[in-house]
């Protein structure tokens, strides 16, 4: 299901899919950073999870820098509340609050680019992409890993991470441009060792739920940035995130040179 009330039915030359990764995401940052030095300027953005954080703050118009700065003195317990576990173990709700401080546009359709914000309706179990409405609320729920986070509701439906369907939204813009870029911080790797709890046994089953329709995901875009050296980075280690963005910045321009894109 789309929300596509007012969304540009225009064809753009250039999209871009941010996928999910929690605080992975933060390569997102550094490869927008590589593709504005190589001259390149997505006209339609989808973001997934992180990914859709990063794609509202750049479509809002905050710089990669700006990006980072907004991040820089927060730590986990300042984006999640500990919840009394019913539905997941930690609320959105401090994250909402962040989210609507942090981005100085307050509805999608009023973004300089038009983004598409994906999240997983609960209610009608299905994919849904949203290019309108109030950003915070939508931002969330792409976010909200099951078990993990509660769920955030919206208009009587209960949303979860859209990465549960489709970690890469590469389908929500690939007929809206021309060349599409899609950006997988994911990298999915069997660690060594695994001690079971609640919430790694939540995380991990989500991890490999999200893989499931990676590669038809990726063989819809023109090119893709896959971020391996990030493989190790935990998905909720924030205090990681200037390496993290550093080493999607190099990733990226890696494969713009590859494909002859810098500096057009």
């Known amino acids: 299901m789309t929300h596509q009330e007012g969304f540009t039915t225009t064809r753009c030359s250039l999209g871009l899919a941010l996928s999910g990764g929690g605080a992975r995401g933060f390569a997102h940052v550094g490869a927008l950073r590589a593709l504005e030095e190589c001259g390149l300027r997505p006209q339609v953005i989808a973001g997934v999870s992180a990914g859709s954080v990063i794609a509202c703050m750049y479509a809002a118009g905050l710089s990669p ?3 980072m700065r907004a991040f820089a003195d927060k730590s986990f317990n300042d984006l ?3 919840a009394v576990p ?6 959105m709700t401090r994250f909402i609050r962040f989210l609507r401080k942090a981005i100085p546009v307050a509805s999608l359709e009023d973004l300089s680019i038009p983004t598409m914000v994906c ?7 299905c994919y849904e992409e949203f290019s309108t409405g109030a950003i915070a609320e939508r931002v969330a729920a792409s976010c909200s890993i099951p078990i993990v986070f509660s769920p955030v509701r919206i ?10 369907m489709h970690n890469l939204p590469s389908a929500a813009i690939r007929h809206r441009c021309d060349t599409l870029i899609g950006i997988d911080v994911s990298p ?12 790694e046994v939540a995380h991990r089953s989500y991890k490999m739920i999200s893989r499931s329709n990676l590669d038809a995901d990726k063989a819809l875009c023109d090119i893709i940035v ?6 190790h980075h935990k998905v909720f280690g924030i205090k990681a995130m200037w390496e993290i963005a550093e080493k999607g910045y190099d990733e990226t321009l890696k494969i713009l ?3 002859n894109l810098q500096n057009t």
């Open 86 to 91: 019913k539905d997941g173990f930690f609320k």
């Open 155 to 164: 208009d009587g439906n209960y949303y979860v991470d859209g990465g549960v």
């Open 65 to 67: 820098d700006d990006m």
């Open 119 to 125: 999240a997983t309706n609960l209610s009608r179990c």
């Open 257 to 259: 040179k590859l494909h």
């Open 80 to 82: 999640a509340e500990l």
């Open 188 to 199: 999915f790797v069997h660690e060594e060792k695994f001690k079971p709890s609640i919430l």
């Open 226 to 231: 896959n971020m391996d050296s990030i493989a």
